[in-house]
């Protein structure tokens, strides 16, 4: 693709397409330029379709509200031949991938430099050495960290075909280049020709790439349209059927109330005053024996309640309390701390005779 700038008329020429400065300003910020990029990265003559992998994989990112068991889902539909790794506001590209990291020697006289391979390059490798076996890569908090400076060019690689391959391939660094070459233990010769001869990678059919992530938390970074229109949104649902310790009880004001009992009371609350549905409590936000323990239940829920779902109108939920240290006495002393409103919601007239 030839980039250049028409003094004369005042336009950017791609190939032999003219463009404004503020069209080209918006071709560039677009999904097209990129696009373009990338079919000029893969223009090889291995197609992905040519590799002979297990097929389905997938770029799932799986979403909720706080305590509804996604990392839980995560582990038990993808933990099989997994890696897993964390996202947090300063993971980086090279965390992700690798870089070269000091290596002290054995005697401890001398550093030297080695290729330390990421999450991401050791799920590749791993799917590359095993194409008849389905391999995972989870990414806890995908929207804690940048997540489009974090894959970089491996946003390329997220496109993909019916079968799961990548639709494009990017090129890698050398370093990255030998590491495969020093691991890659697979005889399928197109593989070996599109990353050992032509330093290309793509994500084979495979390898799920699985993401967790609560859009609710604050401090959290937004994913960008275009990175998410290439991931597959599964909602979690809040359901308390099955949980072992739904009927846990703990004391407010008295009386005794099961665990879902107070959190469907409040999470109906929250969105009858107009909070999203990922602001709500899932079962699993407080754990078997938490319910129950008085100051875990001040510590974990009345600090999220006050902290952020009440955090600009505290009057909304709470009354007689102006300090949260105040508000963690009264509820220990059996005083009331929840607004009329929603202390009827939770104790009925009925019940309070």
Request: with cysteine; proline share 5%.
């Given at each position: 693709m030839n980039i250049s700038y028409d003094k004369i008329n005042k336009t950017y020429m791609l190939d032999n397409t003219p463009y404004t400065?503020?069209?080209?300003v918006a071709y560039i910020n677009s999904d097209m330029l990129q696009s373009a990029l990338a079919t000029q990265a893969g223009s090889i003559d291995i197609k992905s379709d040519d590799i002979n992998f297990l097929t389905g994989g997938k770029n799932i990112i799986l979403m909720?509200?706080?305590?509804?068991?996604?990392?839980?889902?995560?582990d038990r539909d993808y933990g099989h031949n997994s890696i897993r790794c964390v996202f947090h506001n300063e993971y980086t590209n090279s965390d992700f991938v690798g870089t070269y990291k000091p290596v002290p020697t054995k005697d401890g006289?001398?550093?030297?430099?080695?290729?330390?391979?990421?999450?991401?390059?050791?799920?590749?490798?791993?799917?590359?050495?095993?194409?008849?076996?389905?391999?995972n890569l989870i990414i806890e908090e995908i929207n804690r960290a940048d997540a489009s400076a974090v894959f970089g060019e491996i946003f390329q690689l997220?496109?993909?075909?019916?079968?799961?391959?990548?639709?494009?391939?990017?090129?890698?660094?050398?370093?990255?280049?030998?590491f495969f070459e020093s691991k890659l233990t697979i005889e399928d010769e197109t593989l070996k020709e599109l990353v050992l001869n032509k330093s290309n990678i793509l994500?084979?059919?495979?390898?799920?790439?699985?993401?967790?992530?609560?859009?609710?938390?604050?401090?959290?970074?937004t994913l960008d349209?275009?990175?998410?229109?290439?991931?597959?949104?599964?909602?979690?649902?809040?359901?308390?059927t099955d949980v072992s310790h739904k009927d846990e009880e703990l004391i407010y004001c008295g009386q005794a109330i099961t665990w879902e009992h107070f959190a469907e009371t409040l999470n109906r609350y929250i969105v009858l005053n107009g909070l999203p549905e990922d602001r709500q409590l899932g079962p699993y936000f407080l754990k078997k024996g938490e319910v129950s323990d008085v100051?875990?239940?001040?510590?974990?829920?009345?600090?999220?309640l006050w902290n952020d779902i009440a955090k600009y109108?505290?009057?909304?939920?709470?009354?007689?309390?102006?300090?949260?240290?105040?508000?963690?006495?009264?509820?220990?002393?059996?005083?009331?701390?929840?607004?009329?409103?929603?202390?009827?919601?939770?104790?009925?007239?009925?019940?309070?005779?």
């Open positions: 400065k503020e069209q080209f909720g509200a706080p305590g509804t068991g996604k990392s839980h889902d995560a006289s001398s550093v030297t430099y080695e290729f330390r391979p990421g999450p991401f390059t050791l799920a590749l490798l791993n799917a590359y050495n095993q194409p008849n076996e389905m391999h997220l496109d993909r075909t019916g079968d799961g391959n990548s639709e494009y391939t990017i090129q890698i660094s050398r370093e990255m280049h030998d994500l084979p059919s495979n390898l799920n790439m699985v993401a967790t992530m609560n859009s609710s938390d604050q401090g959290v970074f349209t275009a990175f998410k229109r290439r991931w597959i949104f599964k909602f979690k649902e809040i359901n308390f100051d875990t239940f001040c510590s974990k829920l009345l600090y999220y109108n505290k009057d909304l939920y709470f009354v007689n309390a102006y300090k949260f240290s105040e508000l963690v006495s009264n509820y220990k002393n059996g005083l009331p701390i929840l607004n009329d409103a929603l202390h009827k919601l939770l104790i009925p007239a009925e019940s309070s005779l």
